[in-house]
């Protein structure tokens, strides 16, 4: 090794996204401490305007493919999906929660840890090597631990971030072990030559030891059953927007990186694996749901209804195949816009009330219709109820299993009807119920916006799904390029 | 490659003190006992890793995690109120569960990697003699990114702990 080998090349061009975010949560830092306070609720605009330039630069690049740094980091239609619904989870959170934002203050802080924990989960979804997915990993925990206890003289708020740092530290430990399992088992971090070397040797304890650990450890991020107990709390304490994103941005960056560690790094052992995650998806569903219908709290009811979520999501990996991964994509993005429908109107309704207590929603429907309408079409999509998009995504993830795992779509189905139950009972308080108090709530433009927008994709992707569809085809395709 | 008896040696005395230090961190009632083990620990691990030729990062690991990380744990808790110094690292009522659940893990743990047949691998290059030029060569090559991510990630951290920690008077004040 010569002292100085820069023989392989960096192409700069190739992390145009990653730089542009990167400028833009700098940049944002930087007007917050030059702009005077009362000015600073413009930061706001300038990220989600930001954002929405980045998507746009994003969407030119779509096709692009290659390998950067001899497989460190790995550039094809599936990072570049990844990474725009990213963005748009970013885009929708800020723009739908900018008069809460001003509440809670430090705005400058807000929106630049809001963006780098975006960056993180982009640094992610490119990722070639255990070592680039690890401090991408990192770079959103971090952003997500300091947002998390953002409003710091609320004691839930603070407590949220307490848990949520030492079990996130706690997972990440496993996480490393893991890999490092791996790491001393093929003597590579580049995931390709770990698939190579793996596929070489029979499989050896060790091995089985590391997936363990790797799936124990992701398994935290994405709040799978046995590994959830940490997010109904955080998600309570934490601000809403926080709440909103890390339920959406976190876990799909999650999913992003299990697939591409689990397919592209691990698809020698996937019979050791599959009926492991096959397993953990049942239970996932089973107790999401059977544990989300006594919830009183508007959060922790959505807290649980992820954890959920996260069950259906993980339906997809079992198969390691395309159409698995399409299924993943597919519905990780229109979650993406429930979610921020359904926290929107949360986070909103907290605003104007103080409350996130499902019985203060009683007669919502009078208040406000366009709230109430936006909660009841993005908790119909997450039930799966069709002509909505949820339907739609859950028919992706479930065909994939048909054979083999029959029990596994009966689960899905069952607990699927379940589900109805209680995101149906929020329907009801909503529209049957009297407000106690009638005052009607005016909602404000970017709310609105917001609302509207993410009810309109819902329900258009739920009865036109096909350009959606051949869009996630296009990435899940060049996943197997490498 | 050939390993001499005093590696051997070495490397399992630099293990045994390693964990032995290490669970004196956990079983130690008055916690700035439990940080002198601490640094007993990662001294150790410097000298694991001079015993692999990483002189560089052993010199890190005591300037960085022996040196500043123990000082700033002290400096923590000097600033901290507490009432009686010998009861500041406490057991929950979870002892029992805890002791089991970690035996099961290392007892796992133990098995697993012991029933493996471990390939040996070998560098492709033999360790320079000046590691640091090659470490600084790499990070600023091939490792670019994870490098860069690196530095986003401290500026992340350092912001949330001035947001964190600023007194939310005081930042009412120079506001105004």
């Known amino acids: ?482 | 490659m050939e390993t001499s008896i005093y590696a051997v040696v070495a490397f399992y005395g630099l293990a045994a003190t390693i964990l032995g230090a290490a669970t004196m961190v956990v079983f130690m009632r008055n916690i700035v006992h439990s940080v002198l083990f601490l640094a007993i620990t990662f001294i150790a691990m410097a000298g694991l890793f001079l015993s692999l030729d990483a002189d560089f990062i052993a010199a890190v690991q005591v300037l960085v995690y022996a040196g500043a990380v123990c000082i700033m744990i002290v400096l923590g808790i000097m600033v901290i109120q507490r009432t009686d110094m010998n009861e500041t690292n406490l057991f929950n009522k979870q002892i029992m569960a805890g002791a089991g659940l970690t035996a099961l893990t290392v007892a796992f743990g133990a098995i697993f990697a012991g029933r493996t047949a471990w390939v040996e691998l070998v560098a492709a290059d033999a360790v320079p003699a000046n590691t640091v030029d090659a470490i600084g060569a790499l990070l600023l090559s091939k490792y670019v990114i994870p490098f860069e991510v690196a530095a986003l990630l401290l500026l992340v951290a350092l912001v949330g702990a001035i947001v964190l920690a600023r007194d939310e008077e005081v930042q009412a004040n120079a506001d105004n």
């Open chain 1, 1 to 482: 090794m010569t002292p100085f080998d820069f023989s392989i090349p960096i192409n700069p061009s190739a992390l145009t996204l990653e730089m542009l975010v990167a400028a833009l949560g700098l940049g944002i830092l930087i007007l917050g401490i030059i702009s005077p306070k009362g000015a600073r609720s413009g930061l706001g605009w300038v990220s989600f305007l930001g954002l929405m330039g980045i998507i746009g630069v994003a969407i030119t690049m779509w096709g692009q493919s290659g390998e950067l740094l001899a497989g460190m980091y790995l550039l094809d239609n599936y990072a570049l999906f990844w990474k725009i619904t990213f963005m748009v989870a970013a885009a929708l959170v800020i723009l739908g929660n900018m008069r809460y934002v001003d509440k809670v203050g430090n705005q400058a802080e807000y929106y630049s840890l809001t963006i780098f924990a975006t960056l993180g989960m982009m640094v992610m979804a490119s990722a070639g090597d255990l070592m680039t997915l690890y401090l991408g990993l990192e770079l959103m925990t971090i952003a997500f631990v300091i947002l998390v206890c953002l409003r710091k003289t609320d004691n839930k708020s603070v407590e949220a971030g307490m848990k949520y740092i030492l079990l996130a530290g706690m997972s990440s430990a496993v996480l490393l072990y893991g890999l490092s399992l791996l790491y001393g088992l093929t003597g590579s971090v580049i995931m390709l030559d770990i698939s190579r070397i793996i596929a070489m040797q029979p499989v050896s304890p060790a091995l089985v030891l590391a997936l363990v650990m790797i799936i124990a450890g992701l398994g935290f991020k994405i709040s799978a059953v046995p590994f959830h107990m940490w997010s109904p709390d955080v998600y309570e304490g934490a601000p809403t927007p926080v709440t909103s994103f890390l339920s959406m941005g976190s876990k799909a960056a999650s999913f992003a990186i299990i697939l591409r560690l689990f397919i592209t790094a691990l698809p020698g052992v996937w019979e050791n694996w599959a009926m492991v995650i096959a397993i953990l998806a049942g239970i996932t569903i089973i107790i999401g749901n059977l544990v989300a219908m006594p919830q009183t709290n508007i959060k922790r009811l959505l807290a649980y209804s992820s954890i959920a979520q996260a069950g259906y999501i993980m339906v997809g990996m079992v198969t390691a195949s395309e159409a698995g991964i399409k299924g993943v994509m597919f519905y990780a993005f229109l979650y993406v816009f429930a979610t921020a429908g359904a926290f929107t109107v949360a986070a909103y309704f907290y605003n104007v009330t103080g409350s996130d207590e499902l019985k203060d929603y009683a007669g919502l429907s009078q208040r406000s219709p366009l709230m109430a309408a936006v909660m009841l079409v993005a908790l119909l999509s997450m039930a799966g109820i069709p002509p909505l998009a949820g339907f739609v995504g859950k028919f992706y993830l479930f065909k994939t299993i048909v054979d083999g795992y029959l029990w596994l779509v009966f689960i899905g189905l069952i607990m699927s009807m379940v589900s109805v139950y209680y995101y149906l009972r929020v329907a009801l308080v909503m529209y049957r119920d009297e407000p106690k108090d009638p005052s009607p709530i005016n909602v404000s433009g970017p709310v609105t916006v917001t609302l509207i927008l993410t009810m309109l994709v819902t329900l258009i992707i739920g009865i036109y799904p096909g350009p959606l569809s051949e869009v996630v085809n296009s990435a899940a395709h060049s996943f197997f390029l490498h």
